[in-house]
């Protein structure tokens, strides 16, 4: 998390800077800074909070103060140290000649720190960073060279980070590295950019370097000096940036939130004009490096993501059995880092991230790759760091995200992890009828999805009813389960309830205690295989007083009393349920958010990309 830039030109560097900050603001907003380069003074600027707090505190600032063509940027998601002002980046080292701001976490600071302290170095802040400016700093004492004094540091440092550096006594340059966490230089023409990400110099240039691992890279306004770890010149390539600054407006909708969760029929329909043509012809996905031979040879699937994306895996898992009767185990990527996994060249390991940033989930897949597993990435940025590891891609092509609720990536994630059953199915060449069907069902949601973002007023009335509930439980079975999951996930993170989701036939194990008139159970319900069952428990519930909703495609005359309230959805295929089910729940999360006046895109202590395990 956290996220930085850096400008160098003949423009204004604040305003730059502030503008690159507000596109970052996904990955934290506990605090803002900037480091201005003037006439060979370094002036830091910060705030506590969001980046309007920064903006505010700017404009009171003499002028000589900001006026630079040179600075540095961030944009803070706090984990160590308070979010308060000491703790705001940039940092500096004792004399204010060097500073720099940091996106990671250092592990070994604390031993650096007490080294540092002999040495004579005072500590203002609780953050990990300081010690990488006191480090720099030192090292920039030996060697009076910037880049030099960046690489003998980092050397030093265990865990992850991206830098950027500046010095006094090198006004017409920035020094940046990386390890385990992005930065791009953006290429402009007598302007150079750095950043986390891409929406923060899409509107300046298209064109970006993506350093490796290790890299430090030297940006005045004319020149990009890239070196290896070894010191010797390195040639990355330039690429060009796939975003458009459009997708970056609210388009006329209330929160970035809602507005993703409008854009899913096409989101779908985007992927399936791609690679479903129809019902008949087989479907091609490009990048997937596997054949029937390969494929064959694969005796169990993992899937490793976390959060949202874990929630989708969980219902691939269902899918992929279904279609290919592969055995898949689901798994957060977080919890399989840490003990013994089984894991071979029989394996096929999918790692699921909307960003391709989480950095549990990137030091699973790398340990897999060690095994041998083949990976399968599936991700909504193509160019990221996961991307990079994969051996096969599924980009899900959903656009940018950028409330910090999953939505729309979601669905694009079931829709690659249907692709991917099909692909494998029709592969192997088993299960022709069961293809077809899901094939015809996926080709009807785009219309359903529509129908349903058409007609929103009873989700409305039942958000607002329910709003100054303090407790929610959800229930689902089979390939809905992580549906409740999912909607739960959504009710806590954006509206701060406590709502947790259950398989419904756990309910009478335990959580059942907890139901009475005070917790509402919504349940969600699909006329097929386990339609009856989630019934019956929805009727325990009931018994208890429990406050009832329904998500459902059918619901009999005779169970209609049960319900305080329902929603009924478009008649569609238990398989392909999640996918239309989830939109429902994603709403309700929504306008009881927004009922509640809470922060929907930008949720307290939340940031979009999870860049620290
Ligand atoms: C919830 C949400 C998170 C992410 C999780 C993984 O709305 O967005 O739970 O799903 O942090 O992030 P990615 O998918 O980027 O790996």
Not at 15 to 24: A, E, Q, V, Y
Not at 467 to 490: C, D, H, M, Q, V
């Amino acid at each position: 998390m956290c996220g930085i830039v850096g400008y160098v030109g003949d423009k204004s560097a604040v305003d730059i800077l502030i503008d690159g900050l507000s596109h970052l603001e996904y990955r934290g907003y506990d605090s803002s800074g900037v480091a201005l380069m003037t006439k060979n003074e370094i002036n830091i600027f910060k705030a506590p909070g969001k980046l309007l707090n920064l903006i505010q505190t700017l404009r009171n600032e003499p002028k000589e103060k900001i006026d630079s063509n040179m600075g540095i940027g961030h944009i803070r998601w706090a984990t160590h140290g308070l979010p308060t002002m000491v703790n705001a980046h940039p940092h500096c080292c004792n004399c204010g000649g060097l500073t720099l701001v940091h996106n990671g976490i250092i592990e070994n600071y604390k031993e650096i720190k007490e080294t540092l302290i002999q040495k004579g170095c005072e500590f203002k802040s609780q953050t990990d960073t300081e010690v990488a400016a006191h480090l720099i700093a030192t090292e920039y004492g030996k060697c009076h060279d910037l880049k030099e004094a960046v690489s003998n540091a980092t050397k030093q440092l265990r865990g992850a980070w991206a830098f950027c550096v500046m010095h006094k006594n090198e006004p017409f340059n920035i020094v940046a590295t990386r390890k385990n966490a992005p930065l791009i230089v953006g290429v402009g023409d007598g302007e150079n950019f750095l950043a986390s990400d891409i929406p923060a110099i899409i509107k300046y240039t298209k064109k970006a370097i993506y350093l490796n691992d290790d890299q430090i890279v030297k940006v005045t306004k004319d020149k990009i000096t890239i070196y290896n770890p070894d010191g010797t010149l390195a040639n990355n390539k330039i690429e060009y940036l796939p975003f458009e600054p459009m997708a970056l407006s609210k388009m006329g909708y209330k929160h970035f939130m809602l507005k993703e969760i409008h854009e899913q029929p096409d989101v779908v329909r985007n992927i399936l004009q791609d690679k479903l043509k129809n019902e008949i012809d087989k479907i091609v996905l490009d990048d997937i490096k596997l054949n029937c031979e390969q494929l064959k040879n694969i005796n169990r699937i993992q899937i490793i993501a976390c959060g949202t994306s874990l929630h989708a895996g969980l219902v691939g898992k269902y899918v992929i059995e279904e279609l290919t009767g592969i055995p898949v185990d689901v798994e957060p990527s977080s919890e399989y880092i840490y003990r013994t996994t089984i894991a071979d060249e029989k394996t096929l390991v999918i790692g699921i991230s909307q960003s391709g940033e989480t950095a549990d989930t990137i030091t699973a897949i790398k340990q897999v790759r060690e095994k041998g597993s083949h990976v399968v990435i599936i991700t909504n940025r193509k160019e990221s760091l996961l991307a990079r590891l994969s051996d096969s891609l599924l980009h899900v092509n959903a656009g940018i995200e950028v409330s910090v609720a999953a939505t729309k990536s979601y669905i694009a994630q079931l829709l690659s992890l249907y692709l991917f059953a099909i692909y494998t199915a029709e592969t192997l060449n088993i299960n022709s009828d069961k293809v077809r069907e899901i094939k015809h069902e996926l080709m009807t949601l785009p219309a359903k999805l529509e129908g349903v973002l058409a007609n929103t007023s009873k989700i409305k009335e039942i958000a607002k009813k329910y709003s100054s509930y303090k407790n929610f439980i959800f229930i689902a079975r089979g390939i809905n389960y992580p549906t409740a999951l999912e909607g739960a996930l959504k009710l806590k993170e954006i509206s701060y309830i406590n709502a947790t989701g259950y398989p419904a036939g756990e309910l009478k194990h335990g959580p059942i205690a907890m139901l009475d008139e005070t917790m509402p159970v919504l349940a969600v319900l699909n006329r097929g295989r386990v339609y009856d069952k989630v019934m019956s428990n929805c009727e325990e519930a009931y018994a208890r007083q429990a406050k009832l909703i329904g998500v459902a495609n059918y619901i009999d005359e005779k169970h209609q009393n049960l319900f305080d309230d329902y929603v009924l959805i478009p008649d569609i295929s238990d398989m392909v349920s999640p996918a239309l089910n989830i939109v429902i729940l994603q709403l309700l999360a929504y306008h009881i958010a927004e009922y509640l006046g809470k922060d929907v895109d930008q949720p307290r202590n939340l940031a979009k990309s999870v860049t620290v395990e």
